[in-house]
């Protein structure tokens, strides 16, 4: 409590002749009061409070808020604890942000302090009330303090004046996420990540376009910079990657094997051609559209108003390219920057060590088929604002580009960390426009995570082993032991495929069985005794090795294409596996592992068929197919003919038989779902049903593992709440060149 005496020396800044207000800031005692009783406040939110009330009615940018806690040039750490800090400041006020009584957003600005608060002043306060003698004395007083916050107040606009001329800073807040809702794409179809890059700044700099998964759907959203919250886009589910044209008049998105486009305001989206699973695209200023249509093969152009794609670039294939994705125009509007990938590709990371060969940016040009290589080892990267922006491992780094003669000037400059990005896919959590307007997500690469049993409730029942990090992970026939691809406590590496025998909450010391350049595909022998993987600089080729590790790996498949093993049939007779063909995108490849060894495709059409997933009898094939837009489970009988059945038509991944070979399971739309089989003459399904909710950790995208009976499942551990996909902001960035101005100038004073 406050005493009645105390309370009557406060100094109410800016409206010392009010009435007392309901809340009393304690400057001395560090504390809050409300009608004399002590409100908890934490020390970030009550300095927070206290620079706030120091500058009532005063505009405070969430910049200088920033510089004053955490130092300058902070992005994403400080726009979280500034976030928090609000929250809690408002809660402490009880004050509602729609119709606020104290603490005002100016949105895209800051915050100002619009309330009435007294400031307990000990220099002022006395124990009883004063003599009249006194009073004009403390008139005297009173107008000295209000003269000083008078001068105070003019200098500080002047100050701020001069800063606006003479030192732009840049600006940055965070997109706020509806509860219930996750920034990202569908992850079933479009792979795993941080919702990265599915977000675009309009070229103008006004309108933020993001995708947003609400009510069991992802959706184009569109937030303009003056408003508080963003809007959805009817017609835009499934949405994912979207880019602008260069008016800021509409927006371009992939969706249901589609390229559309619609405008920011709403109406209905326009198709503009087919686009089966795009990865990026860009729009110049003659309405000519260059994107990937899919995650294999090269790039396409086509005129925005719509018509028949035509190719644009060619893959290598005899240095073992698999894809060319994420272009961008270039100022021009005649060359562009692109993204040629080699080896593996997908959500499986792929390792350090062959970076530098199978990532590598090039620049091209729609009026000749030569091209310039920009960069090794990288992602993908953007153009913008004299700059060109790309990743260096966690490190978002910026550095100078002269678009038109492709040279380089000055160093790299580092701009944010921790910014999400996946070697596999080559997908980066950032976005830029040309008007000074960045978008960071950030999130890392994958981090440490714990394998868990569950129960087909999804309750936990007991965690298995230490955190490291995973890739793809399985158990063996008998379920006592367990293969994954392990890169130890480290976030980034090689991916070696280790062995692990099985107790109760543990693993043993592993056995590494194969040092590999991926993370992901591999398949056991039904004895247990053999596992087959691909490995090889470009994930070439097929080897099976002893699960002893005893003797040399033996080669199985030899060719140019990028391969995945996916499962052995339980006679041990065949190895089925995915192949990725510059022409027919993933097919399922089948080969025999006795006699001559030639491989013949199982499934090949020019749709994505893979997962392939052998039922216990060996007569069926499990697999997923995009053949109706959306990724799908299907069966079909093994050796086979042209018939096929689909499960429930509904979306699916990542097949997996019980070992009755009576139920089915497969992930989708974040559930893991179970199915009764009847395997008869021909197969009876029933209705798909929901087990649990299968949460899904960046990075593991799909990796389950069912044990014989069906009642149990391995997993990755749900990550803390710190690292879900709702907890790592989307930061945005206004005149985020301004920090490298002045770095620049430095670098010339320096020389």
């Known amino acids: 409590m406050v005493s009645g005496a105390c309370r009557t020396g406060y100094i109410w ?122 009073l004009p004395l403390m008139h005297a007083r009173w107008l000295a303090v209000g003269l000083v916050i008078v001068v105070i107040t003019v200098l500080f606009a002047v100050q701020i004046q001069w800063r606006r001329v003479d030192d732009s800073r840049a600006v940055r807040f965070a997109i706020d996420v509806p509860a219930g809702a996750t920034l990202g794409h569908n992850a079933a179809q479009r792979g795993i990540g941080t919702a990265a890059p599915n977000f675009a700044p309009s070229p103008d700099g006004r309108r933020l376009a993001y995708v947003m998964f609400t009510n069991d759907k992802p959706q184009l959203w569109v937030r303009r910079l003056d408003a508080l919250v963003g809007q959805p886009l009817a017609g835009t589910d499934d949405a994912s990657f979207p880019f602008w044209s260069p008016d800021s008049q509409s927006i371009a998105f992939f969706s249901a094997g589609k390229l559309k486009r619609i405008d920011p305001s709403g109406g209905p989206p326009q198709v503009v051609c087919e686009a089966l699973a795009g990865e990026g695209g860009t729009w110049n200023r003659h309405d000519d559209i260059i994107f990937a249509p899919d995650e294999v093969g090269g790039l396409f152009r086509v005129s925005a108003s719509g018509g028949v794609p035509v190719p644009l670039t060619t893959l290598d294939s005899a240095h073992g390219e698999v894809s060319h994705r994420w272009p961008q125009f270039l100022p021009d509007g005649r060359h562009f920057l ?90 980066t959590g950032f976005a830029a426009s040309g008007s000074n307007v960045l978008m960071i997500r950030g999130g890392g690469w994958e981090g440490l995570r714990r394998l868990a049993w569950v129960d087909r409730r999804g309750k936990t029942l007991d965690p298995l082993g230490e955190p490291v990090v995973y890739g793809d992970f399985g158990l063996s026939p008998d379920g006592r032991n367990l293969a994954a691809y392990v890169r130890g406590g480290s976030t980034r590496g090689s991916g070696d495929l280790k062995i692990f025998a099985i107790g109760k909450d543990s693993l043993s010391s592993p056995l590494t069985f194969a040092p590999t350049e991926s993370e992901g595909g591999f398949a056991w022998s039904p004895d247990g005794g053999q596992i087959a993987y691909a490995s090889g600089r470009y994930e070439t080729d097929l080897y099976r090795k002893m699960t002893t590790g005893i003797g040399n790996a033996e080669v199985i498949v030899k060719s140019p294409h990028a391969k995945e093993a996916g499962t052995w049939s339980p006679d041990g007779r065949y190895l089925a596996y995915t192949e990725k063909d510059p022409e027919t995108r993933n097919d399922i490849w089948m080969v025999t592992l006795a006699g001559d060894r030639k491989p013949q495709p199982f499934l090949q059409t020019t749709f994505n068929e893979q997962e392939p997933a052998f039922s216990p009898d060996g007569r069926w094939m499990a697999y997923t197919s995009d053949k109706g837009g959306a990724r799908s489970i299907y069966v079909r009988q093994f050796p086979g003919d042209n018939r096929e059945w689909q499960i429930a038509n509904s979306e699916g991944n990542f097949p997996r038989w019980r070992a009755d070979g009576k139920e089915l399971f497969y992930f989708s739309r974040g559930s893991l779902m179970a199915v009764h089989v009847n395997l008869g003459e021909f197969p009876e399904f029933g209705t798909p049903v929901k087990l649990f909710s299968l949460p899904i950790a960046p990075g593991h995208f799909g990796h389950y593992s069912v044990s014989a009976d069906g009642e149990r499942f391995l997993i990755i551990e749900q990550p803390d709440a710190g690292t879900l996909p709702n907890a790592i902001p989307l930061t945005v960035v206004l005149n985020w060149t301004a920090a490298l101005k002045k770095e620049r100038a430095v670098e010339r004073t320096a020389q």
């Open 13 to 134: 800044r800016g409206h010392p002749m009010r009435d007392e207000p309901r809340f009393q800031l304690d400057l001395a005692g560090y504390q809050l009061f409300e009608d004399g009783h002590k409100v908890r406040l934490e020390r970030q939110p009550m300095e927070l409070l206290i620079l706030l009330v120091g500058r009532r009615g005063q505009l405070v940018t969430r910049e200088e808020i920033a510089e004053k806690f955490w130092g300058r040039d902070v992005f994403i750490e400080a726009d979280q604890s500034i976030n928090r800090s609000v929250r809690k400041l408002r809660l402490a006020l009880k004050d509602d942000p729609e119709t606020p009584r104290f603490l005002e957003t100016v949105v895209g600005k800051g915050y100002r302090f619009i309330g009435a608060i007294g400031v307990i002043d000990k220099a002022v306060a006395s124990s009883a009330a004063p003599p009249p003698e006194l």
């Open 338 to 427: 692109y993204l040629v990938m080699s080896g593996q590709t997908g959500h499986f990371l792929v390792s350090d060590a062959v970076l530098d060969d199978t990532r590598v940016t090039y620049v091209g040009s729609v009026d000749s088929s030569g091209r310039t290589l920009l960069l090794r080892g990288v992602l993908r990267s953007q153009y913008a604002d004299g700059y060109l922006l790309y990743l260096r491992e966690l490190t978002l780094m910026a550095r100078a580009f002269d678009a038109h003669s492709l040279q380089f000037g000055g160093d790299e400059i580092p701009i944010a960390e921790q910014v999400w990005g996946n070697t596999g896919s080559g997908r």
